[in-house]
């Protein structure tokens, strides 16, 4: 059972939109989340997180919302551009109070920047 | 400042062989994580390595040990390889009582 759904295995968007990834969980415990992005033969690169004790994370062109009465969180990029376009993972942490433990995955979405 | 860094990157193993994947985390990280990566899926955790010790563990076989040395570095050892072992081997650094982690950029193992 996939505790952490990115429900969309790919998304196209113009170069100068704003790119919505969204990310839904299942499980209640989760109280931290990230987003990763990574490029073909890459590792996952951080790009932004967000504590379940805050609704909005910014940095930068990169914004996270969590709702966390409806369990989901989305991952805004704006203005989206050529360089953004990559695997987006939504990922999902029980903090034990002892820091990062195992962290839970999504599949991913595929972003694609069109010129 | 080096980041995480793996080896081998690329591998071919026979099915009923074994494999060592190694990792050397960011400077300043203490804790050690190692995912497996298989095709179209998002990273699954293996387990975790903190004080030379395996702290958390997912849903995986004893076929996968890990070891931590005194400088922080890792080794995955996965024994007795089965086909469905082939995928993306990511090692992942953190300081322990920080959320965020940092990865490598993988070995990737194929089991033939």
């Known amino acids: 059972d996939q505790q952490v759904k990115q429900n969309s295995p790919s998304l196209s968007v113009q170069e100068g939109r704003i790119s919505i990834l969204n990310c839904d969980y299942t499980?209640?415990?989760?109280?931290?989340f990230l987003w990763y992005k990574k490029y073909p033969a890459e590792g996952p690169t951080f790009l932004i997180s967000i504590s379940s004790i805050k609704d909005k994370n910014e940095d930068g062109r990169f914004t996270v919302f969590l709702n966390k009465s409806a369990k989901h969180l989305s991952l805004h990029i704006v203005p989206s551009q050529p360089g953004d376009s990559a695997v987006y993972f939504c990922a999902a942490n029980l903090n034990s109070g002892g820091g990062a433990d195992g962290l839970t995955f999504g599949k991913g979405t595929h972003l694609i920047i069109q010129p | 400042d080096a980041g995480v860094t793996q080896s081998p990157t690329h591998l071919i193993k026979t099915r009923g062989q074994q494999v060592t994947l190694r990792c050397s985390p960011k400077s300043g990280h203490d804790t050690v994580s190692w995912y497996q990566q298989a095709l179209g899926q998002g990273p699954q955790f293996i387990f975790q390595?903190?004080?030379?010790?395996?702290?958390q563990r997912g849903n995986f076989p004893d076929r996968f040990s890990g070891h931590q040395f005194p400088n922080y570095s890792s080794e995955l050892n996965v024994n007795a390889l089965l086909l469905g072992d082939s995928a993306l081997y990511l090692c992942a650094s953190s300081w322990r009582g920080k959320n965020t982690i940092y990865f490598g950029e993988g070995s990737w193992l194929t089991v033939v």
């Open positions: 390595y903190y004080e030379e010790e395996e702290r």
């Open positions: 499980n209640s415990m989760f109280d931290y």
